[in-house]
């Protein structure tokens, strides 16, 4: 009896079950056949016969996987209809050869609703439009090799199964956007017109994993700050930034800033780094890789000395440390950055002095370098008003602003000095020092005039006169005698 129960009540508990993992085995099973790894391709020997009347066929072995061939818009919903696909066909494998389409509006394939594996290539499509219906389940999606230009941004939000994208071989200029969380593997390989700052969003939108990274490059529009030619940048590259973005130094910004070509290597990008109003007492250690400009305006640093002695330092070529009590610029000497760099802004500082001659050689050379000094208050003296104020009329074009530098021990700037006013007490006491020169030339003559005169007394007479006469004898005497 009991026996008899127990089996009612496990058909009761299993047979309904049972039911429903049949119809889930037959299609995954199926398409665990017949799409292999993640997404589903065919190869052309699988595109119906050119002698058969429907354009698309389901797979022989496979019917929840369709292949539709050369096709033209009309000629694929025709396909898609004569194969039993678009109707209550179920369908979650499809992939369309060469489609000529001007435009694919991914919003005809909403009655495609088991859709998992979309693989459309080798085809020539212009744009895609539209947005893929919201209860869509497409997981992998294939446009490769269509030259496809645009992509309307909001054309995939709704796959959220979407784990594979393939990009390749199209004409894009940016990455549209898709679903926000989980983990996309994207490919955008050999898209000649991917732009890097695109791409640079896409990463800051979505966590993107990429397939074929080492075939896949983007390139820096002519605009792109000062650099005026475009070059394609290895898109390793540019994860390497946006990871650098993502923790740059503590309390800093770090940002792409330019790019830097040597022939013969592959271009890199080099990186603004900005750490400015952090109340920091001294420079910021090590710098990160490929640092360009450094910006910490708006602290208390008080030296510039890591500049001689700090590796990371070396390719820096922009230095802003406005706003700082930074109080020499010496440390500078004989550093790198003197000798390469572009812009030095040390507005609002505490320098005393500027030494100019170690700017002399580097900015006779080259006049695309900018000194920033003013706000500074030197130590003004005859010397600043004649050397300095004609060093800073005649460097006006790299010192744009020499007309606020002032004077810490006067009320003026070092361009308004007068030398003449200023040198003047100076002159007085080189002139007293030619006083005393004087006197003690005419006191020499004297004393060899004396002393002419009293040979010539003791020569005549015999006698020495006053004051030699009443000399004590000195130990040194004999040698006279
Ligand atoms: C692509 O399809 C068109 C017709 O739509 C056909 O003329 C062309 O030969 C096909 N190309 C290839 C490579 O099969
Ligand atoms: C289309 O497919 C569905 C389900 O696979 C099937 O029920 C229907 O009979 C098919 N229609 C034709 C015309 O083959
Ligand atoms: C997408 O299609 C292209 C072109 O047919 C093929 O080379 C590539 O392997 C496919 N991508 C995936 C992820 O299957
Ligand atoms: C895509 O979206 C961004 C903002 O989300 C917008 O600035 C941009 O113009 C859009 N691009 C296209 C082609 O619609
Ligand atoms: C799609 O994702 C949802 C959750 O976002 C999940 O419940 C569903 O099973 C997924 N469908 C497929 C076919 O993977
Ligand atoms: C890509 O687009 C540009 C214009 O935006 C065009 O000059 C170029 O020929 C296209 N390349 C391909 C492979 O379609
Ligand atoms: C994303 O997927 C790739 C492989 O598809 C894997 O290597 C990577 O670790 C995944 N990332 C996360 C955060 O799951
Ligand atoms: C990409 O290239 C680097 C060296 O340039 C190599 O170490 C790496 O294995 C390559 N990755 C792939 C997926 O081929
Ligand atoms: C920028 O363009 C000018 C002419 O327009 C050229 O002389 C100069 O060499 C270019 N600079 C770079 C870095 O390509
Ligand atoms: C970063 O800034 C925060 C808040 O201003 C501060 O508490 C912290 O000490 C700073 N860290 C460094 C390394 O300066
Ligand atoms: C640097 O950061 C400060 C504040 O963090 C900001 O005000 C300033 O605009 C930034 N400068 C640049 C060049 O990005
Ligand atoms: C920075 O210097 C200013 C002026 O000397 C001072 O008021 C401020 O307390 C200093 N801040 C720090 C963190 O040392």
């Not at 360009?292 to 990371?312: G, H, K, Q, R």
């Not at 009590?325 to 505490?350: A, D, M, W």
Request: proline share 4%.
């Amino acid at each position: 009896m009991s026996n008899v129960r127990n089996v009612i009540i496990l058909c009761l508990l299993t047979v309904p079950s049972w039911c429903r993992l049949d119809e889930d085995m037959t299609y995954s099973s199926l398409s665990n056949n017949c799409v292999r790894e993640h997404c589903f391709h065919q190869p052309a020997e699988a595109c119906p016969s050119p002698e058969s009347k429907c354009r698309c066929q389901k797979l022989r072995y496979c019917e929840i996987a369709a292949v539709c061939c050369n096709v033209n818009k009309f000629q694929l919903t025709e396909g898609l209809a004569c194969a039993n696909i678009s109707g209550n066909g179920h369908v979650e494998a499809l992939h369309i050869r060469n489609a000529s389409l001007d435009i694919l509006n991914v919003e005809d394939w909403r009655k495609l609703k088991y859709l998992k594996y979309m693989t459309i290539t080798d085809g020539q499509i212009n744009s895609v439009v539209g947005e893929f219906a919201k209860h869509t389940t497409v997981s992998c999606l294939n446009l490769s090799s269509n030259g496809i230009v645009n992509f309307e941004n909001r054309s995939l939000v709704n796959l959220y199964n979407l784990t594979f994208l393939d990009l390749s071989h199209n004409n894009l200029s940016a990455v549209p956007r898709f679903k926000k969380d989980g983990n996309v593997t994207l490919d955008i390989s050999a898209n000649g017109n991917m732009l890097c700052l695109n791409l640079f969003d896409a990463l800051q939108r979505t966590e993107l994993h990429f397939s074929n990274i080492n075939n896949s490059f983007c390139f820096f529009p002519k605009t792109f700050h000062w650099f005026n030619s475009t070059e394609f940048v290895p898109l390793t590259q540019v994860i390497g930034i946006h990871e650098l973005r993502k923790d740059c130094r503590k309390n800093c910004t770090c940002e792409p800033s330019r790019l830097d070509i040597v022939s013969g290597k592959q271009p890199t990008i080099s990186v603004a780094v900005n750490c400015s109003g952090q109340n920091w007492i001294s420079l910021p250690t090590p710098l990160p890789a490929n640092t360009f400009a450094l910006n910490v305006s708006n602290n208390n640093i008080t030296t510039l000395e890591l500049f001689s002695s700090d590796p990371t330092y070396q390719n820096l070529r922009e230095l802003y440390a406005d706003n700082n009590q930074i109080t020499s610029i010496l440390p500078l000497e004989g550093s790198q950055f003197l000798s390469n760099f572009v812009i030095l802004s040390l507005r609002n500082n505490k320098l005393k002095s500027l030494p100019t001659y170690i700017f002399s050689n580097i900015l006779d050379r080259n006049n695309f370098r900018y000194l920033k000094l003013g706000l500074n208050k030197l130590q003004c003296d005859c010397n600043t008003a004649k050397l300095l104020k004609v060093w800073l009329l005649t460097k006006q074009k790299n010192i744009p602003d020499y007309e606020e530098i002032y004077c810490d021990n006067m009320e003026t700037k070092v361009i308004s000095l007068n030398p003449s006013k200023l040198c003047q007490t100076q002159q007085d006491w080189t002139d007293y020092i030619y006083y005393i020169i004087t006197v003690e030339v005419i006191l020499l003559v004297g004393l060899i005039a004396k002393v002419v005169y009293d040979y010539c007394v003791f020569k005549t007479s015999g006698y020495l006169p006053w004051p030699a006469s009443k000399m004590p004898k000195l130990p040194c005497d004999w040698l006279c005698e």
